[in-house]
């Protein structure tokens, strides 16, 4: 089983409130980027592609999901932009498949990070950043503005 978790990329203002923030040019150009590497480093075949609702990570979800050639429904669930636990996230999003992005924001995504490999913690992404969990251990993460995967390193 693999687990993409991706932030939300820029948005084009921070001191607009979340709900209503949008991704800036840089933010979707980093996106496309990263999406492209990932289909031409990896070629995933995506059984769900799921956002938190807000509309920076709905862009970052369409924007991903047309780079790697995912044609499903992005899926939306509210539970990924509250303070729902892991444990409760989770198993609902392992019934969906095998290979499955999630796209949100902090600090949603290092706590589901955290469950799913068994750790009291899991490193911050950054905007736009992906990581990787394979078979519920650390694989690999894919910095913005870096042409290499790095291992995914987890204390």
Known sequence: MDVFLLRASLPHDESVAEAHRYLS???RRIVRALGNKVRLDDEPSFDVIVSSPQPTALQ???LF???????GV??????????????????????????????????????LGAFLIGRPTFPPLLHAQVSVIRDRQPA?????????????LVA
Do not use: F, M
């Open 65 to 71: 999901a047309d780079r790697v050639d995912y044609v």
């Open 25 to 27: 040019p840089e933010g």
């Open 74 to 111: 992005i899926e939306v669930l509210a539970s990924l932009s509250s303070r729902v636990p892991p444990e409760i996230i989770v198993p609902s999003l392992l019934q969906r498949g095998n290979t499955i992005a999630i796209v949100a924001d902090e600090p949603v995504l290092s706590s």
């Open 60 to 62: 970052t979800a369409e």
């Open 140 to 152: 690999w993460c894919l910095r913005p503005g870096e042409i290499a995967k790095s291992l995914l």
